[in-house]
């Protein structure tokens, strides 16, 4: 059964596969084409004028199942690495890790083992940091759970385990279609995060969407305070946030507004502080926008990297449209002090 509403095609499939909206509506205006690529985008990354695109490592034994980069105040990236391949078993003898790469002198400054918080279906996923208390915090998308990392001690532990907040209660989907992999629905845990520009809270959920928080001083005790994670005392003072859709990626503003990539309608939402989600833009081209970011010039930087369109969830068949492209719109507001340069 197939109905149309303006500008979308809804799609009502009563097998047990999908439910979802299609967006069909004209191009905007507002969009600009940044970057013209031939190979899907990790990320892109701004601070005043330098880019920094899919950046190449210095040679290291690293991984071959980097995701979504972060950049902190201190002009470091930070890759979240997990062996092997997406989808596969951790090694555990190579270790997951994050690894902190000095852009100026293009240098790995310094590498965090984090073998003893993954689990053998871990799949490290976004990092951010919180300046303020010298901690980053990680999500685990393949069991559900937030890692915190002290980056002075290295010392890590996760929390929220499998917690109602971090688990995906249904698997993504973009385009209209839920994602499957090797026949089989996919479920992607906790995958989005962000924190707030004072540092109090962590904003995080699933990749199917619905957005939770947590204020992150809580978070940073329970690093050291066995006694928050034991009989799930911690989940008690997590507050649900926004019932966003299934997710790209995330982006924070200077003003604490958060922007939400909408995986199956191609569009933007923004979320005030307050929780209250408006639409920021709509457009067809915006195919799986991730690893979103804001420049100092009030510009968010939004790479349609056709994820679900890659071999993976398409029995090994690549559907990705080439070339690829790196787009932005004007927000009027920078990026919070929190997370740039």
């Not at 688990?167 to 279609?177: T, W």
């Not at 507050?239 to 982006?251: K, L, M, N, Q």
């Not at 068949?317 to 719109?329: D, E, N, R």
């Amino acid at each position: 059964m197939r109905y149309y509403l303006e500008g979308f095609t809804a799609l009502l499939v009563f097998s047990g596969y999908a439910i979802g909206q299609l967006y069909h509506g004209p191009e905007d205006l507002r969009i600009k084409i940044a970057l013209t690529l031939e190979t899907p985008s990790t990320g892109v990354h701004s601070s005043l004028n330098i880019m920094h695109l899919a950046t190449q490592l210095p040679p290291i034994q690293t991984t071959n199942g980097m995701l979504t980069p972060g950049k902190d105040p201190a002009s470091h990236i930070w890759i979240p690495g997990r062996l092997p391949a997406f989808g596969e078993p951790v090694k555990f003898s190579a270790g997951p890790k994050v690894i902190s790469v000095n852009i100026t002198t293009n240098e790995v400054q310094r590498i965090y083992p984090l073998g003893n918080v993954n689990l053998s279906a871990s799949l490290l996923d976004d990092i951010r940091f919180n300046p303020r208390s010298g901690k980053a915090y990680l999500t685990d998308a393949g069991i559900a759970a937030i890692i915190i990392l002290d980056l002075a001690l290295g010392n890590a532990r996760r929390v929220l385990n499998n917690a109602l907040s971090t688990k995906e209660y249904m698997p993504g989907s973009a385009e209209g279609q839920l994602l499957r992999m090797n026949g089989k629905p996919l479920y992607v845990y906790t995958d989005q995060l962000e924190v707030s520009p004072d540092g109090k809270y962590l904003y995080f959920q699933p990749a199917s969407g619905g957005m939770s928080r947590i204020e992150t001083a809580l978070l940073d005790v329970s690093l050291y305070n066995s006694s928050l994670i034991v009989n799930s005392t911690l989940e008690q003072f997590v507050e649900p946030y926004a019932h966003t859709p299934s997710t790209g990626g995330t982006a924070v503003d200077a003003h604490g507004n958060i922007y939400n990539s909408g995986t199956d309608r191609q569009g933007i939402i923004k979320i005030a502080p307050n929780g209250t989600m408006t639409t920021l833009v709509q457009d067809p081209r915006l195919l799986w926008v991730d690893a979103m970011w804001i420049d100092c010039h009030g510009k968010l930087w939004m790479p349609a990297a056709q994820l679900n369109r890659g071999e993976p969830f398409n029995d090994g068949k690549s559907l990705i449209v080439k070339p690829l492209y790196v787009y932005t719109i004007d927000i009027g507001v920078g990026p919070p002090a929190i997370d740039h340069a």
